[in-house]
T-cell receptor, first 113, second 112 residues
Framework: EAQVTQNPRYLITVTGKKLTVTCSQN?????MSWYRQDPGLGLRQIYY???????DKGDVPEGYKVSRKEKRNFPLILESPSPNQTSLYFC????????????FGPGTRLTVT | QKEVEQDPGPLSVPEGAIVSLNCTYS??????FMWYRQYSRKGPELLMY????GNKEDGRFTAQVDKSSKYISLFIRDSQPSDSATYLC????????????FGSGTRLSIRP
């Protein structure tokens, strides 16, 4: 089944404890992206990648890191999480590098205390 | 001011009604326009996308872009309870690589 998977789906952590949210797609898509979704603010793009080893900042990259060493994986790293990073996170992928026909993962609910 | 504005709703209409969902934007460089549907506790799924101005129809859904007014719409005909969801508009410019800006979403409820 063609899909985007994220792990974990739910995570509660403490301020400053490094964490990684994994994202994987099995559709051989070139484009991958991370978003956070907050009430009243909608989906905001954190980082995106148009291909392996090519990443760029979205609208809200502060406090996040990404890497794209393989086409199928695009992990999101929070080196020192803070409470304002409590949010619902979505990974997405797209066949073309333009990114406008995106397939989204199921989401990761992160709480930082 | 946000680049993309969308009324959050909630919007409640009876089954069978025509629904109109709208977004306005400020960046005249936006060329690609998308509508996503998001059910509760799920990731968004693409409904339609259009390039530049004009209309595009897909079944009960019609997307409309008016670049002169910086205004896009999604119409849903013969609305069904299964259409109850949050609808997000999204857009990007041709020149800004693949940075995509989403609206905050409109919550729609179709009453049986």
């Amino acid at each position: 089944e063609a899909q985007v998977t994220q792990n974990p789906r739910y995570l509660i952590t403490v301020t400053g404890k490094k964490l990684t949210v994994t994202c994987s797609q099995n559709m051989n898509h070139e484009y991958m992206s991370w978003y956070r979704q907050d009430p009243g603010l909608g989906l905001r793009q954190i980082y995106y990648s148009m291909n392996v080893e090519v990443t760029d900042k979205g609208d809200v990259p502060e406090g996040y890191k990404v890497s794209r060493k393989e086409k199928r994986n695009f992990p999101l790293i929070l080196e020192s999480p803070s409470p304002n990073q409590t949010s619902l996170y979505f990974c997405a992928s797209s066949l073309g590098s333009s990114g406008y026909e995106q397939y989204f993962g199921p989401g990761t609910r992160l709480t930082v205390t | 001011q946000k680049e993309v504005e969308q009324d959050p709703g909630p919007l409640s209409v009876p089954e069978g009604a025509i629904v109109s969902l709208n977004c306005t934007y400020s960046n005249s460089a936006f060329q690609y326009f998308m509508w996503y549907r998001q059910y509760s506790r799920k990731g968004p799924e693409l409904l339609m996308y259009t390039y530049s101005s004009g209309n595009k129809e897909d079944g009960r859904f019609t997307a409309q872009v008016d670049k002169s007014s910086k205004y896009i719409s999604l119409f849903i005909r013969d609305s069904q309870p299964s259409d109850s969801a949050t609808y997000l508009c999204a857009m990007r410019s041709y020149s800004s690589a693949s940075k995509i800006i989403f609206g905050s979403g409109t919550r729609l409820s179709i009453r049986p």
